[in-house]
């Protein structure tokens, strides 16, 4: 991946990649708590947030971890996604992850305006309160202490889950989101399938 990235992007993507995959090294024997911690620490220092429109010139486009890490810029969907991919790839088991689709609640607790944002949700045990990786918050906290966060679905490559569920509303999350299957294959061909 790092010499693709030299390749379509040049010398700084591929200094990039070479430090994230130095992390990804760095923290696969780490207990699974920090390793979440470290992930979402490493992408909301180097990647500034920025609506796709800017990036990319459409609506609503969820970038690779490459694409990201080649802009340096991205929306919430691609800090998620980022964040994904690198904790599979450090070890953390996909049961634990969801790529999360909620309600923001802006403006504080008295807020009464909410927006579309996705987040990471790591699920510790199957039952537990998911820890939240956010790219707006810096800290890693609880959902239980995310209460301006009203989950709507989240899924990952083995199911869909709507609201809170404990067991997924489908196993085929690309059969109903069209973007996470294109992504899927374009992650595929920057060597990430």
Request: aromatic residues 10%.
């Amino acid at each position: 991946m790092q010499s693709l990235a030299q390749s379509r992007y040049g010398p700084n993507t591929a200094q990039t990649v070479a430090d994230w995959r130095g992390l990804i090294d760095q923290i696969s024997p780490m207990p699974e708590e920090q390793k979440v911690e470290r992930v979402n620490a490493f992408f909301n220092r180097r990647i500034r947030w920025q609506e796709d429109v800017a990036i990319w010139q459409q609506n609503d486009y969820w970038a690779t971890p490459l694409e990201t890490m080649a802009r340096r810029t991205g929306d919430c969907e691609d800090f998620s996604i980022a964040k994904y991919m690198t904790l599979l790839l450090a070890g953390v088991d996909i049961e634990k992850l969801r790529i999360t689709y909620v309600k923001a609640q802006m403006g504080g607790s008295l807020g009464t305006n909410y927006q579309a944002h996705m987040v990471l949700a790591y699920y510790p045990t199957p039952s537990a309160d998911p820890l939240i990786l956010d790219n707006m918050i810096d800290q890693v906290r609880p959902a239980s202490r995310r209460p301006d966060l009203k989950p709507v679905f989240g899924f990952n490559s083995k199911g869909l889950w709507v609201g809170g569920a404990a067991s997924p509303a489908t196993k085929d999350p690309g059969a109903k989101l069209s973007r996470w299957r294109d992504l899927l294959q374009r992650m595929a061909a920057d060597g990430l399938g």
